[in-house]
């Protein structure tokens, strides 16, 4: 039998004259998909039989087969992305559908969520039944970013396709009751699962992982009252075939490590707070009996990484004792982030020169104070490494390529580089040198050359000035990283090198940065419009030559190098913040607008630039950046002003992809224009305001809230009274939670001394990922977990 034809065009946006408002066919919504009347029934068979057959149904029965179809074309189209080769009215038939290759459906259809997928697009015909059910399509099921999903949606698409899925991943669905973990059980063929972030208990984790013979790949949490004495045999003998787990560690715990005796990959989050909720001080020591121990004799990855406290360090030393006994043979990564100082022991000494005699790495990240002042990396030996990260480290120039680079050695093979915090990374020797001097432009031409297919470069959290010798601005030499996808740099890095001493910064026109008494500043001769300005700076800017070089960026940090947070991890708020530098007071409006030039840019961060007065850039960037989905403003221009505000709304009314905002400035007044402008973001999904002494308006933000119907967090720290900030949270929560099963709302103000106790009950993913900044630019390696 020939394919059906199922035709969809654009329903009209008026009724007919004299159309009834009920008729028997409905109406469909201004602008939405519709399915035409089709040549042959959809999924039906010839002569249109009653029943399945679209064309036999009527009344009520029909009207609701039409609603279904109509949701599953605006579900498939749901991006907004036309097919249809005209709108004119007259014409009744668009592009056949049913027409395209099985292909090229299967492409379509992959982008649609896997619960719409099963549960709504497989119903609308035979076709779509079939295609939908495709391997391709059910072998992998991602819900980690489905927020709309619920306990009965996966309940319902695991009796569905359940022996289908090999892969399932629900990291991060906190919303989600314990309960629903019950229903992996159905999917037997599984063979990676991701459960980070959702409440699973000893015991749920038993019943679910006792029936899943085939899994190879698991990812948990393991939260105070976790016991492995729980767990069955069953449950362990699965264990025991696992070789990669991924484990997020609330509690002191081994968790199910010394269960899974055939590691090959094992990622360590350590998320252990120094103080219960009720005061009292934790101990790192782990339970008695436990310590009979992990297996890592075949190992191949071992990736840790630690939130601040003292207790993250205690354990994750007890994980590292039984490597430092013997270091396993096939190790080849090695990756260990450690905020603040963490010392080196004698046990961590013998593990690093154990793996100095006997591994040949491929990724290395250590603490600072492990590589500060010592010989290792002149030791360790690499194969073909495609990730370093020496991020605070204290490593000149000279030692990174004598040591790393092996004295410009090729390494076409690395692909990510972090040396954020790295103040002497760029020039030949430490000893005598300030952080604020220049860098020595043949240390980074060696690594540019070095290291020529670089997609992953972070240079931020260091005075990087260049030279005023022609051709070897810093700008200049990494526009030859053709393949870069994300970098980050300082602010005083982009700057142009002949503008700052021709024209030294003076007190006339440095903005001020303190909240005491304001110096009035001369404004600068701004360009009528954006087009001007690109003229202006495109045969000057090194940094506009930069981001035309970079067509294909797709990550951009620029974050001045003394700029930190007002909201830091388990700390009270910031109440004052360093100037920024010197060479940063010249980096202003048309260097933002230089960024427009990346067409494929996605996120976007800007902190610390001083000289921003009118914000034009930014809207230069909301008009051509069209794929912008993550944006994070961070005080921009004058501390006590934001006179970036019109160009801000501006902005936003062009970003129809802008998923998730993040804005960090004192004194933002989150009123009804700011509102307003942000409601045409009709794909936000989470937006995060921190603003020591900023206001808000209540019935703006519900009204915010009840137009953007994809937000799912709100997380505003701002100026205004706790009770305040209770009330309109409470109101948002019953306004919405009701239609948005994962909505995460705190407002509360950001200098309350209880803002610690707050930000501990924030989902690890909304925390990790916009509430807390920090620079993610070659934070882990790519492609680290799938």
């Keep these: 039998m020939a394919a059906p034809l199922c035709r969809w065009r654009r329903a009209p ?90 292909e090229i459906l299967l492409h379509i259809l992959s982008y649609v969520p896997s619960t719409d997928l099963v549960l709504n697009v497989r119903r609308t015909c035979r076709k779509l039944a079939t295609l939908c059910l495709d391997k391709s399509l059910t072998h992998t099921v991602l819900l980690q970013k489905d927020y709309k999903v619920n306990k009965d949606k996966v309940k319902q698409l695991m009796r569905d396709i359940g022996k289908e899925i090999y892969q399932l991943n629900m990291a991060g669905c906190y919303w989600l009751p314990s309960s629903t973990i019950d229903h992996v059980t159905r999917c037997k063929n599984l063979v990676k699962l991701n459960l980070s ?84 001080m934790l101990s790192g020591q782990l339970m008695v009996g436990e310590s009979n121990v992990p297996h890592y004799q075949n190992l191949r ?48 000494k013998n593990l690093l020169d154990s793996m100095a005699r006997n591994a040949r790495l491929d990724a290395l990240q250590l603490p600072k104070a492990w590589i500060n002042g010592s010989g290792l990396l002149q030791h360790l030996k690499f194969n073909n490494p495609f990730y370093f990260s020496f991020s605070r480290c204290t490593l000149s120039g000279g030692h990174l390529i004598q040591r790393v680079i092996n004295g410009g050695k090729d390494l076409k093979s690395l692909t990510s580089l972090n040396l954020s915090g790295c103040v002497h990374c760029l020039a030949p020797e430490s000893l005598f040198r300030k952080a604020e001097d220049d860098i020595d432009s043949s240390i980074l031409e060696s690594l540019v050359v070095s290291c020529c297919n670089l997609r992953h470069l972070n240079l931020s959290a260091a005075h990087h000035h260049s030279s005023e010798s022609i051709g070897n601005h810093l700008c200049q030499l990494l526009s030859r990283l053709k393949h870069l996808l994300s970098l980050a740099l300082p602010v005083c890095s982009i700057t142009n090198v002949a503008a700052t001493v021709e024209k030294p910064p003076t007190a006339s026109n440095l903005v001020p940065q303190t909240f005491g008494r304001k110096v009035r500043i001369g404004i600068q001769t701004c360009p009528r419009n954006l087009a001007d300005q690109a003229n202006q700076k495109i045969e000057s800017s090194v940094f506009w030559a930069l981001m035309g070089s970079l067509r294909f960026l797709e990550t951009l940090e620029i974050i001045g190098s003394s700029f930190s947070s007002a909201m830091p991890r388990n700390e009270p708020a910031i109440r004052n913040s360093l100037p920024p530098c010197v060479r940063a007071q010249s980096v202003g409006d048309s260097e933002v607008a230089a960024i427009s030039q990346l067409t494929y840019l996605q996120s976007l961060t800007l902190a610390q630039l001083p000289n921003i007065l009118t914000g034009s850039g930014l809207v230069s960037i909301g008009l051509q950046c069209q794929q912008l989905r993550t944006l994070s403003l961070a005080n921009l221009g004058m501390m006590g ?103 995460n709302v705190v407002i509360f103000p950001l200098l309350h001394e209880d803002l610690t106790e707050v930000i501990r009950d924030v989902p690890m993913r909304h925390l990790d990922e916009i509430t807390l900044f920090k620079s993610r630019v070659a934070e882990e390696p790519p492609n680290l977990w799938w």
């Design 13 to 102: 946006s008026r009724r007919p004259p004299g159309h009834a408002a009920d008729g028997g066919a409905g109406v469909a919504s201004r602008g939405s998909w519709v399915m035409a009347a089709p040549e042959e029934p959809c999924g039906g068979r010839a002569g249109g039989e009653p029943g399945r057959d679209a064309a036999g149904l009527s009344g009520t029965r029909g009207r609701r087969w039409r609603r279904r179809q109509d949701r599953a074309a605006v579900a498939m189209f749901r991006c907004g992305e036309e097919i249809v080769s005209g709108d004119s009215e007259e014409e009744n038939s668009g592009v056949n559908l049913m027409d395209f290759s099985d």
């Design 197 to 280: 972030g959702c409440h699973v208990t000893s015991l749920r984790l038993s019943k679910m992982l006792s029936t899943l013979q085939h899994l190879r790949s698991l990812a948990i949490d393991v939260n105070p009252g976790f016991d492995a004495s729980q767990l069955s045999s069953e449950c362990k003998a699965t264990l025991s075939r696992v070789s990669e787990l991924k484990q997020t560690l609330f509690t002191p715990s081994y968790g199910v490590v010394p269960c899974c005796t055939s590691l090959e990959k094992l990622l360590l989050y350590f998320e252990i707070l120094d103080r219960s909720r009720e005061g009292f």
């Design 301 to 348: 990855v071992f990736y840790a990484r630690l939130a601040p406290g003292y207790v993250n360090q205690e354990v994750v030393r007890l994980y590292l004792a039984v490597l430092s006994d013997r270091t396993p043979e096939n190790l080849h990564a090695f990756l260990i982030s450690a905020p603040g100082s963490f010392a080196e022991t004698g046990a961590t």
């Design 641 to 743: 002003k934001v006179g970036y505000m019109s160009a801000l709304m501006d902005m936003l009314k062009h970003c129809k992809c802008l998923r998730d905002l993040r804005l960090e400035q004192p004194y933002f007044c989150a009123g009804a224009q700011f509102f307003q402008a942000l409601s045409h973001c009709s794909a936000l999904q989470r937006l995060c305001i921190v603003s020591r002494s900023g206001t808000l308006q209540s019935d703006a933000v519900m009204s915010f809230m009840a137009n953007c119907l994809e937000v799912i967090m709100c997380h505003m720290f701002m100026g205004e009274s706790l009770t305040a900030c209770r009330n309109l949270q409470q109101s948002i929560v019953r306004s919405f939670q009701a239609d948005r099963p994962a909505l």
